[in-house]
């Protein structure tokens, strides 16, 4: 699709660590897991490699959880790290504290790309509406002031782990329906369980354990009717092919719509603060969370959405937010920063097409 | 008698003294006139601060100077040292113990006064106690163990009369002033009370004791003067009257709130029990005592060495010792003259 | 049956999904037990921060939606009819701020109080009993703040109680149930799809219950809505009591009708106060020993009287005579008045009545919660902290915490956070908890330092005292702290 993009030819380049084989052993014991279909068609090592990991787990098919792949940009040894991590997922003082202080500011950035632009994707939901209208090409040329008090938005977050951002933007009055995929059948049943404790999420959240390469086999009306909002925050960088990831995203966003993402620059000081600091000396994420070598700096990101006419025709001008964690205050945004550390990037979906 | 005639006229010296004496209440009378057509308000206290001496604010109560803080410190100074110098100089001490007494402790007093049911009917009625408004002759009618009658016997055994009082100049504050003159005139109660006679000896005993019961700065000064006693007497001071002088004073309620005027007629004892003070020994036996032991020794002195000479000489050695004798028995009373005015003076300038 | 089902769905999120959620919920458990009666926020007790809080969620519309119940244990419409007579002021006052009435007006509330019966002041005169050491806030020419001269606004509780009342009936949606005591907190059950294990449940007399997404306890000292979220609250009593009385001055103050000026005198036993209230009328507030309260209770209205005058003017040693007086304290004051030199423009003016009924006495504590919050647990006003009243801090504490609890959960709201959840209530205690402790503090340490008769603290403090007085610009500074209009320093 993109053959010259600089983020596919770095990423045979990131190295992979090993990861600690117990922490993959643990996953057997999860009931939720299930194994995926093995029809894989893709020419990674990492892919076969996620397979073979898990066949040999006990599998049981559920209608809920299964997920099917043909090809996947996850590193299975990402899947298994945070697979781990989701007992203490939702413990405000646990090690997902930092994701839940930041969560707050993904809603601020949203909020902020969605007004920076006169053009939006918005769904109409009419009182006893339970179906949603369908996309039309017209809507995205509509202003959003119009139709304010019934806009209703339709969201995808992609690696939602245990739900922090999923719960938040379902319980948000403005939205209509979350679908939240996630590869590790482990954070996913956290996941789950979690929203089984607040009666105002059910009727809008979905989860889904999938990958995105999957999504359009398990949930097909997902490409056809398309989200409002594409979120994929603190995923790249934990993706093996992250140009790949980005072509398979772009389906799902709505013309008009907006795809948001949040990451690490690729800098000393990210690595002295995320790598050093917060895994290995202070202890506040915990270790292996982090591959300092598969961070993506702001410009290459951006440069993924700028390379070539047909990519600028595709997408608008992508928008960027550097945020500091200040310890004992929380996130704040520094503008500039996202050359350095932490950033969110947003850009908005313009053509109609899908083969862009 | 010849002794009370005696001091009489030492204190009729003393107040006579006065009048030329205390400079500031000169000042005061001369400016009085001048600055009378200020009336005298609630604020009196604060103005105090903030005239000077050509411009004297009014009297707080007849009688009353209001001093400078300067004037003040003079009086405080001035008093000190020349009632240091002449201990006989009453209407001096009398100033240094207002001088002294008016920053904190006269209110100190006072408020001990404010504390108690009686003291406050004191300061509320404002009693006083003369010769006028003691009924002498109904006193001297009392049964001999009663408050009133032991008073009287005081009173007469030290040939001394309640109308020998200074009266208060110096305290800005007129309530303050009474608790002052209350304070003077009940110290005679307080000889009765303890049975104290006025020789330097036991007017130093009572002032201590008065100073651990009120706290007034010029009382504790005043226990220096047992510096200037004998040394036997020093020494009885330190053993005997010292301890119980601060045992008692610490001990015992505040006997400036004793309504005495209503107590005339109470049991002695029984008022010390309800105050907590125990008389002290009988200072006037024990100097008796100590004396006629004295004299005693010295005649059994005699009488050895007498015994001692030889046959033929007696005659005349007897009448040689006997000489003797007669010299030191008029040495003696020559003493005991001396001291009897020296004990009338000295009382009649802590007296006060 | 459909209006039934909606009242008892969650309502945090769109009313359609409520509806969505509700069908569920009879097809899974039409046979089951009751269905659990959720509300986004149940806020216990109703006193003033319970009723400003929900005034302040109703009156917002980012919050409007939230489904809100109050639980409150007297009959509120008493409350809410509330009226005396013109001349009539009840005996329970506080000093409001200007931000209390600022967040007030804010709400809408503060147009529903009887404006008659509020008085703003704008001076206050502080002395120390022992040593006379005063300082004056008054206003410097060129010192006031833009926003007035007015350092507080005294008002009667009911008033503002009854003003909330009105203002809330006015924004309708809140579920009252008055006359209801707290029988039992517990929490809810764990169901196949729906998981309230850990989500409270207020028992009602009457057998209602009621799930709570968020649980306020503004249930006061003793708040069951604390003991039951396990939350300690230390501190200790202060063995003195406050006594209160509404009195009549003989005129309407040293400063007319348009400066009113508040009193406090620091005596050893504690601080009194006399505070204006409309035309002739003060209110007092009188912390003593609970000995002195009860004496005080029991006495004439005459010699309470005298005792009011004398505890401005007398020595601490007549006050403390006086205090052992069973009677004839009025003859008592009249005879040490002659004896006794102030200023008379610099205390209150002359108690000529007690209005009948008015005196009482409450004791008087130091109480301070470990944490204001728990997983689906807030805490404001007295159940989080219990202040000594000599700086008039109390009710506007319980003001700001609600301000700071609306923010937060306006906040939580906005960002699709969970209401009741650790993480978004942190902002709240974080807010508020170090200004409150440093209020606490200062106040605490006040009372003990004016509580010494004697000793070495005495010059010093009169010092202190003397010192901030003769400063113009540390003095408004102090002003302006009082008057919460000042910059925030915590």
């Not at chain 2, 004297?56 to 100074?77: A, I, K």
Request: proline share 6%.
């Amino acid at each position: 699709m993109l053959p010259s993009s600089p983020l596919r030819q770095l990423a045979p380049t990131m190295a992979r660590r090993v990861r600690n084989p117990k922490t993959v052993a643990r996953l057997a014991s999860i009931p939720q897991y299930s194994a995926p279909v093995t029809t894989t068609s893709s020419p990674s090592a990492t892919t076969q490699r996620w397979h073979s990991n898990h066949t040999s787990s006990p599998s049981g098919p559920s209608s809920s959880s299964s997920s099917s792949s043909s090809s996947s940009s996850v590193n299975p040894d990402e899947i298994s790290h945070f697979n781990a991590l989701a007992a203490t997922w939702w413990d405000p003082h646990g090690s997902s504290r930092a994701l839940h202080l930041m969560n707050p500011l993904r809603h601020d950035f949203i909020q902020n790309c969605r007004s920076s632009s006169p053009y939006s994707s918005f769904t109409v939901l009419t009182e006893d509406a339970s179906d949603l209208l369908p996309p039309s090409s017209d809507a995205a040329h509509n202003t959003t002031h119009n139709t304010a008090n019934v806009q209703k938005l339709r969201y995808l977050d992609i690696g939602c782990g245990g739900g922090i951002f999923a719960e938040s933007a379902a319980r948000l009055p403005t939205t209509s329906s979350v679908l939240a995929i996630d590869p590790s059948p482990g954070v996913l049943a956290i996941a789950r369980s979690h929203a089984k404790k607040d009666p105002g999420l059910s009727p809008k959240l979905t989860y889904l354990s999938s990958t995105i390469e999957s999504l359009p086999t398990l949930k097909p009306e997902a490409v056809t009717q398309k989200f409002d909002v594409v979120s994929c925050f603190e995923v790249i960088e934990h993706v093996d092919h992250p140009s790949l990831f980005l072509d398979h995203v772009a389906q799902f966003v709505k013309p008009g719509g907006w795809l948001v993402m949040s990451t690490i620059a690729r800098t000393w000081t990210s690595w002295f603060t995320t790598n050093f600091m917060a895994e290995d000396v202070l202890g506040i994420v915990p270790k292996g969370t982090h591959d300092w070598h598969k961070y993506i700096n702001e410009y290459e990101l951006r440069g993924y959405f700028e390379e070539t006419e047909e990519k600028r025709r595709f997408w608008g001008r992508p928008r960027a937010m550097g945020v500091v964690y200040v310890p004992g205050l929380g996130w704040k945004e520094v503008p500039g920063s996202e050359k350095v550390g932490n950033y969110f990037l947003g850009v908005q979906r313009l053509a109609g097409e899908d083969n862009a | 008698m010849e002794a009370s005639a005696l001091r009489r006229s030492a204190a009729l010296v003393a107040r006579a003294s006065t009048r030329n004496a205390i400079r500031p209440a000169v000042c005061a009378a001369i400016s009085n006139s001048s600055t009378s057509s200020t009336p005298p308000t609630q604020l009196q206290t604060q103005q105090t601060r903030q005239f000077s001496a050509l411009n004297r604010p009014p009297p707080n109560y007849p009688g009353h100077v209001p001093l400078t803080r300067l004037e003040r410190l003079g009086l405080f100074v001035g008093s000190g040292l020349i009632s240091l110098a002449d201990p006989r100089r009453g209407d001096l001490i009398a100033s240094f113990a207002e001088a002294t007494a008016t920053p904190y402790f006269i209110y100190r007093l006072r408020d001990a006064m404010l504390s108690h049911p009686t003291g406050r009917r004191i300061l509320r009625l404002r009693p006083r106690i003369t010769s006028q408004s003691l009924n002498i002759p109904y006193l001297r009618s009392l049964p001999p163990n009663t408050v009133g009658r032991t008073y009287i016997d005081w009173l007469d055994r030290e040939g001394v009369s309640p109308d020998t009082r200074s009266a208060v100049r110096y305290i800005d504050d007129e309530e303050c002033a009474y608790v002052m003159q209350r304070y003077r005139e009940c110290h005679d109660f307080y000889h009765a009370l303890t049975g104290l006679p006025i020789v330097r000896e036991g007017e130093v005993a009572l002032k201590a004791f008065e100073f651990a019961n009120t706290l007034l700065p010029m009382t504790g000064f005043s226990v220096f003067a047992a510096f200037t006693m004998k040394k036997s007497e020093q020494k009885r001071f330190r053993e005997i009257y010292f301890p119980w002088a601060v045992k008692n004073g610490l001990r015992a309620k505040e006997v400036i709130n004793v309504f005495w005027e209503e107590e005339l007629e109470r049991d002695v004892d029984d008022l010390r029990r309800e105050l907590g003070v125990e008389p002290p020994p009988d200072l006037r036996e024990i100097r008796k005592r100590e004396r006629e032991e004295k004299r005693r020794r010295k005649e059994m002195e005699r009488m050895m060495s007498g015994r001692s000479g030889g046959p033929e000489d007696d005659v005349l050695q007897k009448a040689e010792k006997e000489a003797e004798v007669v010299a030191e028995r008029v040495k003696e009373m020559k003493d005991e003259v001396v001291e009897k005015v020296g004990e009338v003076v000295g009382s009649s300038s802590m007296r006060v | 049956m459909e209006a039934v089902a909606r009242r008892k769905a969650a309502a945090y999120v769109c009313r359609s999904c409520t509806r969505q959620f509700q069908r569920q919920l009879r097809r899974n458990y039409s046979n089951s037990a009751p269905r659990p009666d959720i509300y986004d926020v149940v806020c216990v007790g109703g006193g003033p921060a319970g009723l400003s809080l929900l005034t302040a969620l109703r009156a917002n519309p980012v919050t409007s939606h939230l489904r809100v119940a109050l639980v409150e244990a007297q009959d509120l419409s008493k409350v809410k009819s509330w009226k005396l007579p013109p001349n009539k002021y009840s005996n329970r006052c506080s000093s409001l701020t200007p931000t209390s009435a600022l967040f007030l007006d804010q709400i809408g509330a503060w147009e529903h109080l009887d404006q008659t019966r509020v008085q703003p002041y704008h001076e206050m005169q502080v002395w120390d009993g022992v040593t006379d050491a005063r300082i004056e806030f008054d206003w410097a020419p060129g010192s006031a703040p833009v926003e007035g001269t007015t350092i507080a606004y005294m008002n009667e509780n009911l008033n503002l109680t009854s003003g909330l009342l009105k203002r809330l009936e006015q924004l309708g949606g809140v579920s009252v149930f008055e006359g209801a005591n707290v029988e039992n907190i517990t929490f809810g059950e764990e169901m196949e799809d729906l998981d309230l294990s850990q989500w409270p449940v207020v028992h009602i007399s009457g057998g209602k219950q009621l799930t709570a997404r968020l649980l306020v306890g503004a249930d006061g000292a003793n708040s069951p809505v604390r003991a039951f979220a396990g939350i300690d609250a230390k501190g200790w009593d202060y063995n003195r009591h406050g006594v209160v009385a509404t009195l009549e001055m003989e005129g309407e103050g040293w400063g007319g009708e348009h400066t009113k000026i508040a009193y406090q005198r620091f005596l050893p036993t504690g601080p009194v106060a006399m505070l204006p209230m409309p035309g002739n009328v003060a209110t007092l507030v009188w912390s003593t020993t609970p000995e002195n309260a009860s004496l005080l209770k029991s006495l004439s209205p005459k010699d309470f009287v005298a005792m009011v005058n004398a505890a401005f003017r007398l020595s601490t040693v007549d006050l403390a005579f006086m205090h052992t007086q069973g009677t004839d304290q009025d003859d008592e004051y009249s005879w040490r008045l002659q004896h006794t030199s102030f200023n008379p423009r610099a205390i209150p003016q002359t108690v000529v009545g007690v209005q009948e009924g008015t005196v009482a006495s409450f004791p008087l504590k130091m109480r301070h919660a470990d944490t204001y919050i728990g997983e689906r647990v807030a805490l404001v006003g007295d159940a989080a902290h219990t202040i000594h009243p000599l700086a008039g801090q109390g009710l506007n504490q319980g003001q700001g915490d609600v301000q700071s609890l609306v923010k937060t959960i306006e906040f939580a709201v906005t960002h699709g956070q969970d209401i009741g959840s650790i993480m978004s209530l942190e902002s709240y205690v974080s807010e508020r908890y170090t200004a409150n402790h440093v209020l606490l503090g200062v106040v605490d340490k006040l009372h003990k330092l004016y509580s010494a008769g004697s000793g070495p603290l005495v010059p010093l403090r009169s010092l202190g005292l003397n010192a901030v007085n003769a400063l113009g610009p540390l003095k408004s500074f102090f002003m302006k702290q009082a008057a919460g209009s000042g910059t925030k320093i915590f």
